[in-house]
């Protein structure tokens, strides 16, 4: 008995170590597995409203939006959002390069702190997909 108490004990343990703090492509910090593939990003030759406008619409579509922010650090070329889409933190970064060419950020995480890969590019691609629509 003694033995699988300890044995939880260095599990929860390990658990924490591994997990740590870590920024999202908004600024914003949540925890998380470090050093972990999580984001994508694309660029687009359009205007920052467009494709701002185009990400709302796909986490919309396939989850739930909660916020949407400008970060306080940048001006009013940069927008996010974040928002839920099967049980995973999901923010979307947009960000004007130049008055062309607008590039948009997708990082996915589990609840847990793992990236979800997968979904961060499947999100990407739809966000191009709305643009052409």
């Known amino acids: 008995m003694k033995m699988k108490i300890l044995a939880a004990l260095a ?4 658990a924490a170590a591994v997990t740590g703090c870590v920024s999202t492509v908004s600024g914003t910090r949540t925890a998380a597995v ?3 593939r999580d984001s994508v990003s694309g660029r687009y030759q359009r205007t920052l409203p467009e494709v701002y406008a185009a ?6 579509r396939d989850g739930v939006l909660q916020t949407e922010f400008i970060p ?3 001006t009013n070329t940069v927008r996010s959002v974040f928002g839920k889409v099967n049980q995973r933190d999901v923010w979307i970064r947009v960000e004007q390069v130049n008055p062309q060419i607008t590039q948009v950020t997708v990082e996915a995480r589990t609840k847990w702190g793992a990236g979800d890969i997968d979904l961060t590019h499947e ?5 191009a997909l709305q643009l052409i629509q």
Do not use: M, S
């Not at 999100?123 to 966000?127: A, P, R, S």
């Open 72 to 74: 306080h650090d940048t």
């Open 55 to 60: 990400a709302k619409t796909v986490l919309q």
């Open 11 to 14: 599990g929860v343990a390990t």
């Open 34 to 36: 470090p050093f972990q």
């Open 123 to 127: 999100l990407e691609k739809e966000i």
